[in-house]
């Protein structure tokens, strides 16, 4: 049944998407050149720099203000279940110093892993793993606090009462967010509502809003995500999660983020135009939250396949304005829940993926420039926001801006 469903799902779409081609609610393909000005536009400002007349300006971007991550399997941390080789946990933690500025636990801060046995609660596993990403200037985003798939619910959970849910519930929310306090701020709160019900179908609707200010207890400041697949890429359940979203505003839920799985499958032959991806997301922006792009793969048999649906589906989520991030569901082969999407090779050699995505944020969407300040000691340029070191009239200074600066002067003495 759930095969048929998503089969006519995808028909749906494919004849929504026609239709909308035919009656010109997409008027114009979009160009490469059209995502590039979009690009320069939101994601770029203007940097000054006063020096000494005809000095030679040098400026290094270290870092993007925009967050490109990637999920951290267990196997990084010493685990009796699969734990990498330290020759591979090395190369792993240099690749991801090297490539990424944002991570999410894969599994190590679900509720199944955390408190296995009922009132076992045992944070450790992500605790090391958040401990790895500090160390290495990294900030991490919380997945999840509840899980609604009943394929993921823990025995011991199934067990319990309603009362006994309840408060198992309470616990876990008030507990995760109260821990990372300080160090993670945001969470899925409740992951995949529109493919799964338990919580809800047990307890109600409105155990949602319960989860919600239950977790705020624990951190008041923290900001609470849905998150959901097949809502950009494939778009077949947009309205549904639209739908969602709002019931939840209107109904008092504080949900203050909205996440994307971008999964692009083989199974799905039909995918979607860029065009329509750029309004599923311009339909998501209207509740003006931000959106992040949260479990990001490719997974296609063929490797230029992945590189081209990322050098086309990249572009459009980079280019709108009310995307935060970007994180891959892993990047490496020896620890990826599909191998064949990965963009580092078990080997560690890189995919045309790996290049593609190395090409777009690295030089493509990087400032490095070497030139000369005029007659009065100006220099002004375009970059992209982050964190620079730039240096002139033998001094070197360290710099940061972004979208709400708009712009920044830096001044030489």
Known sequence: MKLISLFSALVLNFLIISLCWAQGDVKAKITPAAIDARIAEIRMGDMIIVTKPGAVVKIQQVRHEFKFGSAIPNS??????????????????????????????????????????????DYSNADKIWDICHELNIPMRGHCIFWEKEEFIM??????????????????????????????????????????DFFRRRLGYGIVNEMAWMAKAGNPDAR??????????????????????????????????????????????????????????????????????????????????QAEQLEKLFPIYFAH???????????????????????WRKDWTLTPQAEAYRNLVFKKWWTQISDKADKNGDFKTRAFYGDYVITSNGKTKKVSFGKKDKSVQVKFD
């Open 76 to 121: 990084i941390i010493e685990t009796e279940r699969n734990p990498m080789s330290p020759e591979n946990r090395k190369m792993f933690l240099k690749v991801l110093s090297e490539n990424f500025n944002y991570a999410v636990h894969e599994n190590a801060l679900k509720w199944y892993d955390c408190e296995r046995e009922q009132g076992k609660v």
């Open 155 to 196: 025995p011991w959970l199934k067990k319990l009462n309603n009362d006994e849910l309840r408060a198992a519930i309470k616990r876990r929310a008030t507990s995760v967010t109260e821990h990372f306090k300080g160090r993670i701020e945001e969470f899925d709160l409740n992951n995949e509502m529109i493919h799964g």
């Open 224 to 305: 609470l995500c849905v998150n959901d697949y097949g809502i950009v890429d494939i778009g077949y359940n947009i309205d549904a999660y639209k739908i969602q979203i709002k019931n939840f505003l209107e109904t008092g839920v504080p949900i203050g983020g909205i996440g994307c799985q971008a999964h692009a499958s083989a199974h799905f032959p039909m995918i979607t135009p860029p065009e329509i991806v750029q309004a599923n997301l311009d339909e998501l922006a209207k509740f003006n939250l931000p959106i992040k792009m949260t479990e990001c793969n490719f997974i296609f048999d063929d490797e230029k396949t």
């Open 321 to 343: 304005p009310a995307v935060e991030g970007i994180l891959f569901w892993g990047f490496w082969a020896g620890a990826h829940w599909q191998p064949k999407s990965a963009l």
